[in-house]
């Protein structure tokens, strides 16, 4: 498995294909609210786990997989930190969680 700091380049020059005009176009079509640009939250992780909920998963995309909550439930995500702390989070139907190697990119809840 890749290092943190690997994992962590590797997402930023994903998320660098991208200038912030396509990041805010992107939220505004899918009702977010433009804040939510400061409000992700890019977090390492040793282990996480999609629960109670209807999660749909995309298709690996630069090495990328997108996380969906809903349609019609909400879906919780537990993460293992590194360091062997559980955190739980609640995502209301469409809003997306970003893995990527041992990164997660999290919305606010």
């Known amino acids: 498995?890749?290092?943190?700091?690997?994992?962590?380049?590797?997402l930023k020059k994903?998320?660098?294909?991208?200038?912030?005009?396509?990041v805010i176009a992107s939220l505004r079509e899918l009702d977010?609210?433009?804040?939510?640009?400061v409000g992700?939250?890019?977090k390492t992780f040793k282990d996480i786990?999609?629960?109670?909920?209807?999660?749909?998963?995309?298709?690996?995309k630069d090495d990328c997989i997108t996380y969906?909550?809903?349609p019609?439930?909400?879906?919780?995500?537990?993460?293992?930190?590194?360091d062997g702390t559980k955190q739980k989070h609640e995502y209301q139907p469409g809003k997306k969680v970003y893995v990527y190697g041992s990164v997660v990119h999290l919305p606010p809840e």
Do not use: C, N
Request: glycine content about 6%.
């Open 49 to 60: 786990q999609f629960e109670d909920g209807d999660w749909q998963q995309s298709e690996p």
């Open 14 to 22: 994903t998320l660098a294909k991208y200038d912030r005009s396509t």
């Open 72 to 82: 019609v439930f909400p879906g919780e995500v537990e993460i293992t930190h590194p």
């Open 1 to 10: 498995m890749a290092s943190k700091r690997t994992d962590i380049e590797k």
């Open 40 to 42: 992700f939250r890019v």
């Open 32 to 37: 977010f609210p433009i804040a939510m640009v």
């Open 68 to 70: 969906t909550a809903g």
